[in-house]
């Protein structure tokens, strides 16, 4: 499974970004997806996770109420709505697929990365 991320960017504290993860050729249905992030100096965090159908979510504390993670399976795609940025949300944002039990606890397939800067 081949993930792309894309939608990363520079934006003031306050604004916000929408990024997406494309999953092409495979049965995206099947999966479930996940969004991490990764500070400068900082261990690689969980951000957000869906189930196959979109119906159950699960997020990090320091991005609920902020962040939405949603899936289009028609499209092969998640998203990331992120909302209110902060300056502490400054990272490189991975999208990750793993076809176990939800929620994962590991996951099988890494997207490459994309760059949210969150200027203050």
């Known amino acids: 499974v081949q993930l792309q991320a894309s939608g990363g960017g520079l934006v003031q504290a306050g604004g916000f970004l929408r990024l997406s993860c494309v999953a092409p050729g495979c049965t995206f249905s099947s999966y479930a997806m996940g969004w991490f992030r990764q500070a400068p100096g900082k261990e690689r965090e969980f951000v957000a996770a869906i189930n196959w159908s979109g119906g159950m979510t699960f997020y990090a504390d320091s991005v609920k109420g902020r962040f939405t993670i949603s899936r289009d399976n028609a499209k092969n795609t998640v998203y990331l709505q992120m909302n209110s940025l902060k300056p502490e949300d400054t990272a490189v944002y991975y999208c990750?697929?793993?076809?176990?039990?939800?929620?994962?606890?590991?996951?099988?397939?890494w997207g490459q990365g994309t760059q949210v800067t969150v200027s203050s």
């Open positions: 990750a697929a793993d076809k176990g039990p939800y929620p994962p606890t590991k996951y099988d397939y």
